[in-house]
């Protein structure tokens, strides 16, 4: 199925069925920059709530990018459920993991969304639970700091092995890892950030390498890099083993759906 790359362009559109395998993750990658403008185009699309919610953002940068991820998101669980996206209402978790509520809740489609400066990341899957997350790089701050409050010990062995250049980068790494994982789990901040350890080397597709106190929960997940753009690092983290990702990326991105 062909569509537009271009999410910027206004002849985007998913309107016809999109199709979900059950041993598919789906990732969108979209250039919120890009999107921003076109404002009232995507909060016609948005609930009351969300619309509300858009309104308390104090900078109008942030409004714009809050609006066109959830117009794309609902443009996108749309076309896997073959409705009209502003028909769908959103639960939340006690852990404020977002999931479809009312009449969608049982088809079995699991979505996360992140975003960070101009890149949004959505992930789609059925039946599996999903958690992605993207940071864009910054050096602002003293990265072995931050990590010896948060990261496991492992972890912070990898990080203190990194030239100084180099540090900032696989603190990131690190971080988006374990921010995937506990996303995906539900878990929040219940969840300590030093209970697992998860790899910091570049492009690992085989990321969580131990959780604790139970060993075997690391073997229901698969914890991976993915592509996020110059000057962004992302990772995604789904339940289960044997399934394979398709990346559908907009042009301001400088991809193509693969």
């Known amino acids: 199925m062909q569509f537009p790359t271009n999410i910027a362009d206004p002849r985007f559109s998913v309107t016809h069925p999109l199709p979900l395998g059950d041993d ?16 009232d185009r995507w909060r016609a699309l948005l609930s009351e709530d969300e619309q509300k919610r858009a309104a308390r953002f104090h900078f109008s940068r942030d409004r714009q990018r809050f609006v066109a991820a959830r117009a794309l998101l609902r443009m996108i669980l749309g076309a896997y459920l073959a409705c ?9 978790s006690e852990k404020e993991k977002p999931g479809l509520s009312g009449s969608y809740a049982g088809r079995g489609i699991e979505f996360n969304v992140s975003h960070s400066g101009v890149v949004a990341l959505l992930g789609f899957a059925r039946g599996r ?18 990590a010896n409050r948060f990261f496991s ?5 990898q ?15 690190c971080w988006t890892r374990k921010e995937a994982y506990i996303k995906a789990t539900g878990a929040g ?18 990321a969580l390498h131990a959780t604790r106190p139970d060993a075997a929960e690391a ?32 042009e301001a991105a400088g991809k193509n759906p693969a």
């Open 24 to 39: 598919e993750v789906q990732l969108w990658r979209v250039d919120l920059g890009a999107v921003g403008a076109g404002e």
């Open 219 to 250: 073997e229901r997940w698969s914890l991976r890099e993915v592509p996020a753009g110059p000057g962004y690092v992302a990772a995604l983290c789904v339940s289960g083993r044997g399934w394979r990702m398709r990346a559908w990326c907009d």
């Open 153 to 157: 010990p492992q972890e912070r062995e």
């Open 189 to 206: 901040l219940s969840l300590p950030l030093s209970q697992f350890d998860v790899s910091i080397a570049e492009g690992d597709t085989d």
């Open 159 to 173: 990080l203190s092995a990194f030239p100084p250049a180099e540090k900032h980068a696989a603190f990131f790494r």
């Open 129 to 146: 639970e999903i958690g992605v997350d993207v940071e864009q790089i910054r050096t602002d701050f003293e990265a072995e700091a931050i």
């Open 84 to 92: 009209d996206g502003k028909e769908l209402t959103f639960s939340y």
